[in-house]
């Protein structure tokens, strides 16, 4: 069972996250708010796969400096930004971020302009998550 840490989004949306994560792939989710608290464990710990917001909650410091932290100490680490905001997520991807998509694709309501959208991101997280 891979393991996913899920970096700053509100306690609301990272229990929904952690719920559709759980029910759609066979993962185990762990939830964490601050940047620091995401390096922390990523120097004590292992996961397979992280997930982190452009602006994490619990520090207010963006998604970006976790970014940073994977590509120059855990390269081999998937990471993947969270944010609807287009330029957000080019820059992400230009920092070495897997790949970056907004998370209502996930876990909120969703326009049928969106579904192929969605669809695509669901086909890139079954390759990475099974």
């Given amino acids: 069972m891979k393991k996913v840490l899920i970096v700053g989004p509100c306690y609301a949306d990272a229990a929904a996250l952690k719920k559709f994560l759980e029910s759609n792939f066979s993962v185990n989710t762990v939830e964490l708010t601050k940047i620091k608290e995401a390096t922390d464990f990523l120097k004590q710990r292992s ?3 992280i ?3 452009r602006i994490c909650i619990g520090d ?3 998604g ?3 970014i940073d932290y994977v590509i120059k100490n855990c390269p081999d680490k998937p990471i993947i930004m ?3 905001f ?3 997520q080019e820059k992400a991807i230009k920092a070495g971020a897997k790949t970056a998509f907004d998370m209502d694709l996930l876990i909120g309501f969703i326009r049928p302009s969106m579904e192929e959208k969605r669809k695509r991101v ?3 997280l079954n390759e990475q998550l099974s």
């Fill in 60 to 62: 207010k410091k963006p």
């Fill in 47 to 49: 996961c397979d796969f």
């Fill in 64 to 66: 970006a400096e976790l």
């Fill in 82 to 84: 969270l944010t609807r």
């Fill in 122 to 124: 669901l086909e890139y």
């Fill in 86 to 88: 287009p330029e957000a």
């Fill in 51 to 53: 997930l982190v917001t």
